[in-house]
Structures are given as structure tokens and as C-alpha cells.
């Protein structure tokens, strides 16, 4: 079976940082990208960072310059780096991994369940 699971989120004060992590597991051939996605209160799911096999990197233009995005290809495992964060950071971020496994070959995509980020004081 394989999972996709977010970890690090929380509640931090405006101008704090914070570190999530994304392990993906399970019978894994191999994985081409993974992302970070968030959906704050009312609205849609929306692309916050990706990073794709050969190591290219995407952010939202509303994360530029503040979230770093980062991969260890040896533990399968997906960071975001936040810093200076927002008010308008807080929703739950998903994670997410491009896969091909033992039981499905060809690429899919996995999302993780969320981790939830409160930005207030």
C-alpha cells in the first residue's frame, strides 16, 4: 500500500517560520515530481510549490522569495521550508507525489491527507 503523509504543520505567530515534511512509502518504483498545495478556509485548492525529477523548482507568485522547497530522493521525502509567514499562509497544505508503483506502473498522482497552518498571534 502506498501513502503519502504531511507532517510539521502548526500554529505560529505572523513573521514565524515553519518546516513540513512529506514522506511518501509503500512499493514505489519510482516517484517524477511532488508538490505542496493548500486550501485555506473557503476557497479552492490552489499550487503553493513543486518540484519535478531533474530538480526544477515552481512557487506561487504569493510565496516567492519566503517558502523553499526541497527533495531527498533517498527517503522519498518532500520539505517546505516557510518563513515570514502570513495571516493569509493559514490553510491546510497537501503534499503531493507523482508515483509509478509495484501494483499501478504507470505515473499517478498521491495526496497526502493535510497538516493544518494557523498563522495569528
Known amino acids: 500500500q502506498v501513502q503519502v503523509v504531511e507532517s510539521g504543520g502548526g500554529l505560529v505567530q505572523p513573521g514565524g517560520s515553519l518546516r513540513l515534511s512529506c514522506a511518501a512509502s509503500?512499493?514505489?518504483?519510482?516517484?517524477?515530481?511532488m508538490g505542496w498545495y493548500r486550501q485555506p478556509p473557503g476557497k479552492e485548492r490552489e499550487m503553493v510549490a513543486f518540484t519535478g525529477s531533474a530538480g526544477s523548482t515552481d512557487y506561487a507568485d504569493s510565496v516567492k522569495g519566503r517558502f523553499t522547497i526541497s527533495r531527498d530522493n533517498a527517503k522519498n521525502t518532500v520539505y517546505l521550508q516557510m518563513n515570514s509567514l502570513k495571516p493569509e499562509d493559514t490553510a491546510v497544505y497537501y503534499c503531493n507525489a507523482v508515483m509509478q508503483t509495484v501494483v499501478v506502473p504507470t505515473f499517478t498522482t498521491y495526496w497526502g491527507r493535510g497538516t493544518q497552518v494557523t498563522v495569528s498571534s
Open positions: 509503500g512499493s514505489i518504483r519510482s516517484i517524477n515530481s
